[in-house]
């Protein structure tokens, strides 16, 4: 609405409509100019990244999947009619790709122990995954249903008794409770105790006979240690979850029967030389090794390190700086060569447990610096006032330090067993066939000789795959521990 | 876990529960269980040298190699001795440290800086950099790269080459080699002038800012000098004694090989490029992070003050983010020069290939060569943090 008033002017009462925001500021066209062409040297950039992008992808697109060939029989699929070799030639992956798994060594009729034993892994495991407990519980159950159903048909009865125990048990485990029936130890510390490990070591001594006398020997020890460990859950864990059962029964008792299965020599299971380990599989054993073993001893030397006593101060430091300050290489090379001095006569170590060790002690110390790191950020305070309820050091450390110190550094120690997994393919310098021991080997088979560069991809892929998922799965797990206030 | 059972009213505590008794048990106890550990593992040792009838003590250490190496910084033949092995593979660890250091370094904070750029393709390309590569293992790489020289790159006769002075082929990279002759003296004296000059300069206009406010163009004043005395330096030489006294040796292919310049063997070429790519997506991280520590209201409030874009990024946020990055910054470094020692696994003569591999087989004197090679990762180690720790000290806040 405009009028003209009495001198002539045009004047205007109502708003003027808003105008639309500038086009250079929405939009995709608003987009790409802030992100890609704003100021004049980004628009250089992008010119010049997305020329190398272009090169760069083209290349990898046009090696991976379009100039490559997939099937075939043999290294001739991918010899040209000139004779030239046609890149990249997956075929080489496909023909080798149980010994890139299980090792060039690992006999055939065995491989069904290390599917067998990752599957068992993966399904006990499967229900700590799945929230809240009604869920868990629900589908729990009925995959433990079906894996043993399944184990019955595919590996029979023994196996899947296996399975069915480990699947099964957590549920009722849960409702056992020992402890209650025991002597307190709330209230004499000394009965309490001594009840305890009566009634573990007499589980453990009745394992070993039994064992002994139903199995056999190799089997007697095993049994022993079981069921002592078993003893041991019942009597400790008493108003216990199904989540701690599983954790529990994963962390020990699920060694022994990786043992068996990987080892052998015991339980009807024919016995393999780790010699003849290799691959994928040993990878994994090594890294799952310095990973468990690494978390508890650096943990130990982490609290021996802040320790107050400057005798246990002093041997932790010494430890840490000593295994932090040599490459890992160095430190195989001295559990390779010079571990077999440190033994008396007549013991020996295969080479296997010599690098497991090696790695073992590597990883720990970088742990222990982690979970100082973790130590060193929680405030006086919480030991005040840990000390001010009456908590000795253990129970203040096991009770509110360390649930939190760990929890601070979930991205270190995640790091580090990144860093640790990575650092595992060292031992082929040993002499030890892993994964990338195996592609090397592969490589130099003279069929295969110009395939190298499709073995490394391969295994960089694998790899990746794992590192990257480790990386992603801890920030899940960091967001969800996140009990503070979140700013933003 | 520990007893719990005493209470005040029995009057005083037990001994076994007197913090001071126990803290001196525990000692008592760590202290005899690590010197029966070590007494244990000594004896073995022995007992074992013994039996199996290996010498100890360092007496290998001036007998003769009689194997060569391939690459050596000092004069080496097969008739040198073990120690001179020794320093030839150190010399050699410490090729690679400090290049690889270097190079990843430069890439590194190159990368670190695009990761942050508001450029969405630069950021993205950066971004995929870093997560492809420091999640493949670094031995992958070197195995990777150095295939790829001896099987990918051109045969000798169709090198790349850059104007036909650096050649790069399946045995290596061949670049001009400087030669000196007599009166370069001079050009090496105007570069200590120049420095000692830019150092005085510094520590004047510094003084004088202080005291009267007054700005003096330190850098351009200083990049003069540095170029400008050695060249004098250059011109005077070359009137003295009648032509420039530098001069460059161009590699040319003769017969079946390079003759003349310098030669990077491929087995360095490799693990300097794996070493440093690898090595740089941990440093770009560690920039990053440095970089985004440092809040935008420090560039508001230099801004505010006058100051423009590149005194803020120089005086204000630079030195507040080298502040963060510089810690992990030196671990990587650390993590560098450890991991120059994978070069043992494509044979490049440094410190643990040809020491603690060739000469330990050769000698079996495991304690020792163990021993030594690990001593010394631990001083170069320990050099290098303390060094860094010094930086650190000298650059961290200073608070009341």
Known sequence: MTDTASNGAIVKHDRHEDLPPPKSEVGIYGWIYHNLLYPWYNAVLTLIGSAIAIWAISGVVDYIFIGSIWVGDGPEACTAQDGSVIHACWVFIDARFHQFIYGPFYPEAFRWRINYSFLLLALVATPLFLNPEWIRRGIGLAVAGVATIFSLVAYGAGPAAVIAFMMFAPYGLSYIRLGTILPHSDQNAVIGFGVRLAVIVAAGVAGYFLGGAILGDNEAIASGWILAFLTFGLVTLNKASVKSWIAFLLIFIYPFIAFFLWVGDGFGLDYIETPKWGGLFLTLVVAGTGIAASLPVGILFALGRRSEMPAVRAVSIGFIELWRGVPLITVLFMSSVMLPLFLPEGVNFDKLLRALIGVALFSSAYMAEVVRGGLQAIPKGQYEAAASMGLGYWQMMRLIILPQALKLVIPGIVNTFIGLFKDTTLVLIIGLFDLLGSVQAATTDPKWVAMFVEGYIFTAFVFWIFCFGMSRYSMHIERKLHTGHKRR | ?400
């Open chain 2, 1 to 400: 876990m520990s007893a719990q059972g005493e209470t005040p009213s029995r009057g005083g505590t037990a001994f076994w529960n007197d913090p001071k008794f126990r803290s001196i048990f525990f000692q008592l106890l760590v202290v005899a269980a690590v010197a029966a550990f070590g007494w244990y593992l000594f004896r073995n040792t022995s007992a074992n040298l013994e039996r199996q009838g290996i010498a100890s003590g360092f007496d290998f250490w001036n007998s003769t190699a009689g194997f060569g190496i391939i690459d050596s910084w000092i004069e080496y033949s097969e008739e040198s001795t073990y120690g001179r092995v020794f320093w030839v593979g150190l010399l050699n660890t410490l090729t690679v440290s400090i290049l690889g250091i270097i190079l990843a370094t430069i890439v590194g904070f190159t990368i670190g800086v695009a990761r942050l750029s508001p450029n969405w393709l630069i950021s993205r390309m950066a971004t995929v950099y870093i997560e492809t590569l420091r999640n493949i293992p670094l031995l992958l790489q070197i195995f990777f790269w150095y295939g790829l020289i001896l099987k990918g790159f051109p045969q000798i006769r169709n090198s790349y080459d850059i104007f036909g002075t650096i050649f790069l082929n399946n045995r290596g990279l061949y670049t001009p080699k400087p030669i000196f002759e007599p009166g370069t003296w001079m050009m090496f004296m105007g570069f200590g002038l120049a420095i000692a000059g830019i150092i005085w300069l510094s520590t004047w206009s510094h003084r004088r800012q202080q005291r009267t406010g007054e700005q003096f163009p330190v850098f351009l004043t200083s990049l003069g000098m540095f170029i400008g005395i050695p060249a004098l330096g250059l011109l005077i030489a070359s009137l003295v004694y009648g032509g420039v006294p530098i001069s460059f040796d161009y590699p040319s292919l003769q017969g079946f090989n390079f003759k003349g310049g310098s030669e990077l063997i491929p087995e360095l070429v490799a693990l300097l490029l794996a070493l440093s790519a690898y090595t740089a997506a941990f440093i770009a991280e560690i920039v990053r992070a440095g970089i985004l520590a440092v809040s935008h209201g420090q560039t508001e409030a230099a801004h505010s003050l006058g100051l423009r874009n590149g005194p803020t990024l120089r005086l204000v946020v630079i030195p507040q983010a080298l502040r963060v990055i510089i810690p992990p910054l030196t671990s990587q470094y650390l993590n560098l020069t450890k991991n120059s020692s994978l070069a043992a696994a494509i044979a490049y003569p440094e410190l643990v290939s040809v020491f603690a591999g060739t000469v330990l087989n050769q000698t079996g004197q495991a304690v020792e060569v163990i021993g030594i090679t690990m001593a010394l990762y631990l001083g170069l180690s320990l050099l290098i943090s303390f060094f860094m720790n010094w930086y650190n000290k000298k650059m961290a806040l200073v608070e009341r």
